[in-house]
């Protein structure tokens, strides 16, 4: 080989043999096209060799490398929007955020919801001590009236929707009201409400002109005049379960105020409730089976407030029963390793 400035260049081989493009790992693909030089030339002459075979098929920067940053991501930004796979990705974008804007707002009804289901089941503790208790019970009819309002707006939220894929968001604000319907029905009865009786009244129609004039006009909508929202079997076994703590203060304050007869009544009532939770046992849903553990909790409290009226209702004063029973609850929570 004969080189401009250096002339003839020896051979680093002296075989002057040729090697195989194989073996030889050359990290430019220009350089694969000098490999027959490469094995014939000598070491200070493998540098000018590569910066020859370097300029036709050397390194090269990539085609976005001489642009600007900001100009590359106006590119991207520039994607064909018309196209139909971008279409689709933003009805699908639409569809979502709606949906998650939906469930918000269910959980945002719920809360509402649980505070005001808490609020009736507050009042209707006082009616054991209350003069008139007719006054206690038409004032949580109130309470719970407002209630439906707001279910009633959680069963427009869910018109064309599964409710299911909604349980998560509503569910603990409609334990909530069963647990409050449930104690107002039990304290006008003494008796357990049904599931079916629960879902009658949470049947909505238009109430006045000026809705039903909207919904008529809206037609196209195909909004129906009526909306109705079923409680779930699971949402009343485990609003029932709540049930018993409040029975078992109800117990409590009953004694307190001069009532024998209420605490052996809901003892009844709540062997007949644990009973037939006993039936589903652990082939339930799993909120179900925990809670079993404080419904039995619940049932010894009353039992024990029976055994001592019993035992010793003679010995010890009226107005010092609650003391005693509160007493021994916290003897009970102790041995039981609750808080």
Known sequence: MIHPGLGVLPPIYPENRLVNRQ????????????IPLLCTASQPSV????????????????KHDNFPHGQRREEKENVNPPSALMASFKSFQLELDSRHDKYERLVKLSRDITIESKR???????????PNGEEILSESEVKLDAVRRKIKQVAQELIGEDMYQFHRAISPGLQEYVEAVSFQYFIKTRSLISVEEINKQLIFTAEDREETTNMTSNSHDKQPHTWSLKVTPVDYLL???????????????????????????????LRQIYDG???IGNTGPYEVSKKLYT????????EN???????????IPKHMLADV???????????????
């Open 120 to 130: 009736t089941i507050f009042l209707l503790h006082r009616f054991t001590s209350a």
């Open 47 to 62: 540098k000018i060799l590569l910066d020859l075979c370097q300029g036709s098929g050397g390194f090269r920067k990539r």
């Open 295 to 302: 419904l039995k909790q619940s049932l010894a409290k009353v």
């Open 277 to 279: 939770f006993t039936f």
């Open 305 to 315: 407030a029976c055994y001592t009226l019993k035992v010793r209702g003679s010995e």
């Open 325 to 339: 029973f509160s007493t021994k609850t916290e003897l009970i929570d102790q041995e039981e390793g609750l808080p």
């Open 23 to 34: 073996q030889v790992s050359a990290p430019w693909a220009g350089v694969t096209r000098c």
């Open 239 to 269: 609003g029932v379960a709540d049930l018993t703590g409040e029975l078992m203060r109800l117990c409590i304050s009953s004694v307190g105020n001069g009532d024998i007869d209420t605490p052996f009544e809901l003892s009844q009532f």
